[in-house]
């Protein structure tokens, strides 16, 4: 008799190679995340926390990464700029140099050579008050409480997809800002909309389950673009 997903731990004797997690081994995960209580947007759902933690597979992030850092904001991954920053600089290819006065933020992205003995700047993207202004985010609190940090999530998110988007292993992630969420100084979504009804379909789908294989079917399939 084929075991449970839920109640499947047979495979938990050994060392969790987090890079290579089982389908069974994110559930047990993200059960074991949503019933803590450390994580209040789960809301105690686990088909959340998977979704989380398979998103952040695809960056090359943990669970715990995943649960603090990244949110599904309209179908779409929404990842806080300091896992952007710590995949660009531990990405042993890229690093990043930053510029910034009171109403701008210039990131400037650098390769690592072939030879492996310097570093060279392959593009820079500035992001500024004005443009903020442009698009109605100035007068928002958290812009006028953070004002630096903000600049410097728009300006790294934009340079790291149009410089390095190999550095979060080519899948295309925003800043929650970017999506309508609201964020604090550290990047952590103080609010944001749900709505996305694809994945809320999703997320039902995965609590209905019945075994590893449907499971299989229905986490591949996931609405994110």
Same mark, same amino acid.
């Given at each position: 008799?084929?075991?449970?997903?839920?109640n499947? @731990?047979?495979?938990?004797?050994?060392?969790?190679?987090?890079?290579?997690?089982?389908?069974?081994?994110?559930?047990?995960?993200?059960?074991?995340?949503?019933?803590?209580?450390?994580?209040?947007?789960?809301?105690?759902?686990?088909?959340? #926390? $998977?979704?989380?933690?398979?998103?952040?597979?695809?960056?090359? @992030?943990?669970?715990?990464?995943?649960?603090?850092?990244?949110?599904?904001?309209?179908?779409?991954a929404?990842?806080?700029s300091g896992?952007?920053?710590a995949?660009?600089?531990? !990405?042993q290819?890229?690093?990043?140099? @930053?510029?910034? +006065? #009171?109403?701008?933020? &210039?990131?400037?992205?650098?390769?690592?050579? /072939?030879d492996?003995?310097?570093?060279?700047?392959?593009?820079?993207?500035?992001?500024?008050?004005?443009?903020?202004?442009?698009?109605?985010?100035?007068?928002?609190?958290?812009?006028?409480?953070?004002?630096?940090?903000?600049?410097?999530?728009?300006?790294?998110? &934009? #340079?790291?997809?149009?410089?390095a *988007?190999?550095?979060?292993g080519? !899948? @295309?992630?925003? +800043?929650?800002?970017?999506?309508?969420?609201v964020? +604090?100084?550290q990047g952590? $979504? $103080?609010e944001?909309?749900?709505?996305?009804?694809?994945?809320?379909?999703?997320?039902?789908?995965?609590?209905?389950?019945?075994?590893?294989?449907? /499971?299989?079917?229905?986490? &591949? !399939?996931? *609405? /994110?673009?």
């Amino acid at each position: 008799t084929k075991a449970s997903p839920k109640n499947d @731990v047979t495979k938990w004797d050994a060392p969790l190679d987090l890079a290579h997690l089982s389908v069974n081994q994110v559930r047990f995960i993200a059960e074991a995340m949503a019933n803590s209580g450390m994580f209040p947007d789960l809301q105690a759902d686990a088909s959340k #926390a $998977i979704v989380k933690i398979l998103a952040g597979q695809e960056i090359g @992030v943990t669970p715990f990464q995943a649960m603090t850092g990244i949110n599904i904001i309209q179908n779409k991954a929404a990842v806080g700029s300091g896992i952007i920053a710590a995949k660009v600089k531990g !990405s042993q290819k890229y690093d990043y140099r @930053v510029k910034s +006065d #009171a109403n701008s933020c &210039t990131v400037t992205i650098r390769e690592k050579s /072939l030879d492996g003995k310097a570093w060279e700047e392959i593009g820079s993207f500035t992001y500024t008050m004005e443009m903020a202004q442009k698009q109605g985010l100035a007068g928002k609190d958290n812009w006028k409480k953070f004002t630096p940090n903000m600049l410097f999530a728009r300006a790294l998110t &934009t #340079a790291q997809r149009m410089f390095a *988007p190999d550095a979060l292993g080519g !899948s @295309v992630v925003y +800043d929650p800002d970017e999506l309508g969420a609201v964020t +604090d100084g550290q990047g952590a $979504i $103080i609010e944001h909309q749900e709505g996305d009804t694809e994945l809320a379909e999703a997320y039902k789908k995965i609590d209905e389950a019945k075994d590893e294989d449907e /499971l299989t079917d229905i986490v &591949t !399939s996931l *609405p /994110l673009s």
